[in-house]
């Protein structure tokens, strides 16, 4: 808001050549209009989808999920058969070296980590609701969540199309997009990177499940393990 267009141009006219006058009312008013300025876009700047650095930290301490994770260490140890980290590469794990670090996300992952939380404050319980949550999270990557109630206090997610990347990895594993009833276990599963395949299923044909020799076999990920991380 412009203090000249919205207040100074109501000055009388005996007034208006008085500089004294103009800058003190100037001075005065400037604060306030300040404010009001900042108050206009308060909820644009706030708003889950346009929130960026710390407007996006200040909407995680409300939903309580912080930016900053722990994520398993892969690019360091030597691992065979591994680009980067192999014969000459990678250096030996010593007892007492760390499996994880913290790390930062960044802001475009983060907001998808926010609005998963949101989503699961509003989780109705359902199988399809619980897919929405993980299209909002990995949709944009072509990635497909296939969930399934194992009738025994457990359930399984699938996702196909997800970079098998440490830091998914330790979303998943962490809980930080959990959605399931209280007391019910939960095993996810890792499969191909490329969107298109799809998961194995016994006498099943969607756009997410195959029988054999087209159906993929998934990577157990261990969730909530015998560590801090979760590994």
Known sequence: MSIESKYLNLITSQHRDKSNYIQTVTELLRPLADVFEMAIYFDDDFDIDNAVGAQLDILGDILDRSRYLYVEITDRYFTWNAEGVGWEQGVWKEVDDPIAEIRSLEDELYRRVLKAKVMSNHWDGTIDNARALYDVVFGDLGAKAVIQDNLDMSMTVGLVGLPNTAVHRSLLALGHLFVKPAGVR?????????????????????????????GHWGIELKVQGGNEYGY
């Open 186 to 214: 939960i095993n996810y599963y890792l499969y191909s990177e490329n969107p298109e395949e799809k998961l194995f299923a016994w006498d099943a044909e969607s756009d997410r499940l195959a029988g054999w020799d087209e």
